[in-house]
């Protein structure tokens, strides 16, 4: 028999339950919540997420992301992170606003607006030993 391990918040208990059991709802629920309590929570704007994997593209830290790349990135990245304090609504789109920030070709004029303040312009360059 397959089951699902559940846990709860209020305790630390883990309950075993037969995945026959439990409708759909319910499983994404706990999915959501497995998935939410391992992500770390970003405390910014996306823009200012954003200008942070830009500069740390620009600085040599991380490679660049490609064009074709955008996609992947940006579900890999949203995966680990928690953008929730970002959405001004409810059913905000995160990945799309995210993508869009992030193409190459865009990043000037979506990130860096006439009265965007850099955050991350300090980030010292990467000199790899060799």
């Known amino acids: 028999m397959r089951v699902l391990q559940q846990i709860t918040s209020q305790s630390s208990d883990i309950e075993l339950i037969p995945l026959e059991t439990i409708s759909d709802d319910e499983l994404a629920n706990v999915k959501s919540i497995l998935a939410d309590t391992y992500r770390i929570r970003w405390r910014g704007s996306l823009k200012e997420f954003a200008e942070l994997i830009t500069e740390l593209e ?21 995966s680990c992170f928690d953008f929730s304090e970002t959405q001004k609504k409810i059913d905000s789109k995160t990945e799309a606003s995210l993508m869009q920030y992030l193409k190459p070709s865009e990043r000037e004029t979506k990130i860096y607006s006439k009265r965007y303040i850099k955050k991350f312009a300090s980030i010292l360059f990467n000199h790899p030993k060799k």
């Open 58 to 78: 620009n600085k040599g830290w991380i490679d660049p992301i490609n064009h074709g790349e955008v996609n992947a990135f940006t579900r890999s990245i949203l």
